[in-house]
Nanobody
């Protein structure tokens, strides 16, 4: 059974600070999956944030976070990270980790078959 567990969320006050999210995966072959981070704000759809290739040698970012967020993965630890810097109030959301067996970097949430429970990030001005 696949399990993804996110951690590291919290309150950032004032805006401009940093957080690092972690997602530990079990029940899957971590090096075979594209891993992604998505976020969902109240009343909005889940949106793509970042993704990392199976081997970790390719990444993709939403334009709203490019240059501020960095995704990485440690295959030995079955863990994917999202380092977030220069946080803005509009980054406030529940952040979810997802796993995709599609084999290609993808921004579509429908291509991710497994999800974690999410971790709340709140950025206050």
């Amino acid at each position: 059974q696949v399990q993804l567990v996110e951690s590291g969320g919290g309150l950032v006050q004032p805006a401009g600070g940093s957080l690092t999210l972690s997602c530990v995966a079990s029940g899957l072959t971590f090096s075979n999956d594209v891993m992604g981070w998505f976020r969902q704000a109240p009343g909005k759809e889940r949106e793509f944030v970042a993704a990392i290739a199976r081997s970790g040698d390719g990444t993709d970012y939403a334009s709203s976070v490019k240059g501020r967020f960095t995704i990485s993965k440690d295959i030995a630890k079955n863990t994917v990270y999202l380092q977030m810097a220069s946080l803005k109030p509009e980054d406030t959301a529940v952040y979810y980790c997802g796993a995709s067996r599609l084999g290609l970097l993808t921004r579509s949430r429908y291509d991710y078959s497994d999800w974690g429970q999410g971790t709340q990030v709140t950025v206050s001005s």
